[in-house]
């Protein structure tokens, strides 16, 4: 089977890397559907490089939001 295509390709391991996160939570994220693998070879998938910088664009901020720092309100 040959795959083809104009991107770079990493494993989940190089992924989890790019994305600070462990290799784990690269899998469940392909499991839920919030990360869409590229190709599956035998039991690893592959992820592009557009679809770890598209993760990124969407995702949440981390942490409690109510712990986050509140942007001052304008007055005038």
């Known amino acids: ?6 991107s770079t390709i990493l494993t989940t ?3 989890a890397e790019k994305l600070g996160m462990a290799r784990d939570t690269v899998r469940k994220y392909i499991q839920r559907g919030l990360i869409k693998p590229f ?3 035998g039991s690893s998938h592959l992820v ?5 910088e598209r993760y990124r664009r ?3 901020p981390r ?3 109510m712990l986050q720092k ?5 007055r005038g």
């Open 63 to 65: 942490g409690n939001p």
């Open 39 to 41: 190709a599956m070879v």
């Open 48 to 52: 592009t490089v557009e679809e770890i």
């Open 13 to 15: 391991a190089e992924a």
């Open 1 to 6: 089977m040959a795959i083809t295509t104009k």
């Open 58 to 60: 969407t995702r949440q």
């Open 70 to 74: 509140k942007q001052p309100r304008k």
